[in-house]
């Protein structure tokens, strides 16, 4: 199986504040040796309750914070070591979509120099006509019309905002995306909306995500395999049947009966 990224025992400590500068240094560990392979056209599932890691864990795999130790793996090859042409690969074929896309949308922009910006950032030579093609079918793909271009994120919805976030994030043609509880701040039937447009996103252009939420319910519907930290400790990880139907560890047993799961039938299930 062709896996895109190989998380291996990532530590990450951070350094507490002392409250007098008599004291000791302490630390606190976020992460704890948490280990995960990421193949292509899947999606890998991080569940746990808040503080457990998980955004630590995600923004490590992206190489916008360093681990204290460990290392991410970029089709097999350590990212320390890319070449500067290897580097700037990676960093485009890994793209991020957090929680709240209205606040991560620059306000000062309209939709239209949002999604100019990481073609003119990648772009060795910018071609306007050409990037606003793409950006027309991209948002097509959102299922945007071209009439949001000239809105600024504080004219849009939140389901919307999400949307060109989606589209920002596919524009360089990533092959991996973590979504970092990019659902957790819309409406139920919202959530919905985006989570099946994730996943037609994913059929159309096969690329793999690294989905982290604190909801059970959610990383049933969306995951092929699943991994659940608490305390910064990977402490089950499996495929989605092994991880929810037959949990092994009593965390997971906890988190999974306090939950309702819904799939893509019924809505709502078990
Ligand atoms: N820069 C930092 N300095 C000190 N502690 C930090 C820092 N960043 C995160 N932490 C701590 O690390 C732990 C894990 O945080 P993290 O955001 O990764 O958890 P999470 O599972 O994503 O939670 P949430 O869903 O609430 O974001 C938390 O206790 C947090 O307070």
Redesign the pocket.
Known sequence: MDIIIEAKDIV?T???KKQSILDKQAF?T??DRVSVRIPRKKTVGVV????????????IVGNLQQPTSGEILYYGKNIKELSKAEYKKYRSNVQFIFQSAKESLNPFFSVKEVLMEPLKIASDSFDMNAALHQIKEMLHRVKLEDSILSKHATEISGGQAQRVAIARSLLLRPQLIVC??SVSALDVSVQKQILDLLLELQRELEISYLF?T?DIGVVNYMSDSIMV?KH?KMVEQGTKEEVLFAPKDEYTQTLVSSSFLFDKENHYAM
Not at 48 to 59: L, Q
């Open positions: 990450k951070f350094k507490l606190f976020a992460v746990g309750e808040s503080g457990s890691g998980k955004s630590t864990f995600a923004e970092d509880e982290i604190h930290m910064g």
